[in-house]
């Protein structure tokens, strides 16, 4: 067989993966090589196109292990944007952005072997959602972002709210930036009239504990007037929203995230691994729902001495609910998650009121 019947046959899965991979190794290097080249170009070309971002595919990729074939999409992410017009700076930059392989140069086998493997993955790797658009394709409206010196004030809170050993002032420091997020909420509200919509954005949750992360995103979201989709089997959500309340949520969650870690870290049982698999998931858990309730009741105290808002906000929820519907109209409730250590769960909930929300 010719090179690229080989690999054609790896990728449909009609010849197994070692055999394919031991065939290739009898073929001339140059062959091999084109054809390993072109049937992964095939593939990005097919998801790039599809509505997978730059970022959301390294990472799905990174998630493997593998250095080289993190390297494979970065290269390929570049090249995919060579000759296309017009470009989405959004996509444009992810591209530009992907960290190249480090280190020594892997030997030509081993490159085979990652180049093979992955692209048997990436074909059972599924279309999904265009929010940004690829190149080559026309332009949508580019999201206006929020104000980029409130977002560094709410940035700033957040790092000293993630730096500071002492409980009290994590969660004054995070207190102050839900504070702040809501009032600029406010203000946008208020502004003159802008053409503006809600807008999709997916957020990587990484394992392990991934159902009860994405807890604690939908709780961050819900709190902030969005909406949240997980799709677990392609390790992100889906959140729904105006951006500059999308915004918000990405820096509350990534900030609330670190400061969960460090507070179960530090109160988890020493000993039996099973113990501390239960009390870890039973500690997210809690802490999400505690955070959840923390964070409305902060917001809804910000919002409450503007009772004149209440019908542009009804109308907000129900514009962020008709975009969610539109890509994802057969969505299901995702079962909770067991609660199986009291021990996590009083930890978490204490880790929660310690938190920083500003």
């Not at 530009?96 to 072997?113: F, W, Y």
């Not at 003159?192 to 979201?221: C, M, Q, T, W």
């Not at 902030?224 to 915004?247: K, M, Q």
């Not at 109209?329 to 067991?338: D, E, K």
């Amino acid at each position: 067989m010719s090179a690229r019947e080989i690999v054609d046959q790896v990728r449909r899965g009609v010849l197994e993966f070692e055999a394919g991979l031991d065939a290739l190794t009898g073929v001339p290097a140059a062959e091999a090589d084109s054809a390993l080249r072109a049937a992964l170009t095939a593939e990005f070309d097919r998801l790039f196109g599809n509505g997978w971002q730059p970022a959301e595919l390294h990472r799905a990729v990174a998630r493997r292990g593998n250095p080289i074939q993190a390297g494979l999409v970065a290269e390929a992410a570049v090249n995919f944007l060579a000759g296309r017009t017009p470009v989405d700076e959004r996509w444009k930059s992810q591209a530009e952005s992907l960290p190249a392989v480090q280190g020594r140069r892997p030997d030509r086998i081993a490159v085979m072997d990652a180049s093979l493997s992955l692209l048997c993955e990436l074909r059972l790797l599924p279309a999904i959602e265009i929010l940004v658009p690829p190149p080559g394709t026309p332009l949508t409206t580019v999201p206006h972002h929020g104000d980029q010196r409130i977002l560094g004030r709410v940035r700033a809170l957040l790092a000293k709210a993630e730096a500071t050993d002492f409980a009290a002032e994590a969660e004054a420091y995070s207190a102050k930036a839900q504070e702040l997020i809501t009032r600029y909420r406010i203000e946008v509200i208020t502004a003159p009239a802008v053409d503006v919509v809600p807008f999709a954005r997916r957020i990587g949750v990484d394992h392990p504990y991934e159902n009860e992360k994405a807890s604690l995103l939908d709780a961050v979201a819900r709190a902030n007037n969005c909406r949240c989709v997980w799709t677990p089997e392609l390790g992100f959500s889906t959140i729904f929203g105006f951006d500059a309340d999308i915004d918000g949520v990405e820096l509350l969650y990534t900030s609330l995230l670190v400061q969960a870690n460090r507070a179960m870290t530090r109160d988890e049982p020493a000993k039996g691994k099973a113990r501390v698999k239960a009390f870890r998931r039973s500690f997210l858990v809690a802490y999400a729902i505690r955070i959840g309730q923390r964070l409305r009741e902060t917001s809804d105290r910000e919002m409450a001495a503007r009772s004149d808002l209440l019908p542009v906000l009804r109308n907000r929820d129900v514009q962020v609910q008709e975009a969610l519907t539109k890509v994802f109209p057969n969505t299901v409730r995702a079962r909770g998650s067991r609660v199986d250590s009291l021990e996590g769960w009083d930890s978490g909930r204490a880790a929660a009121d310690e938190a920083q929300l500003g």
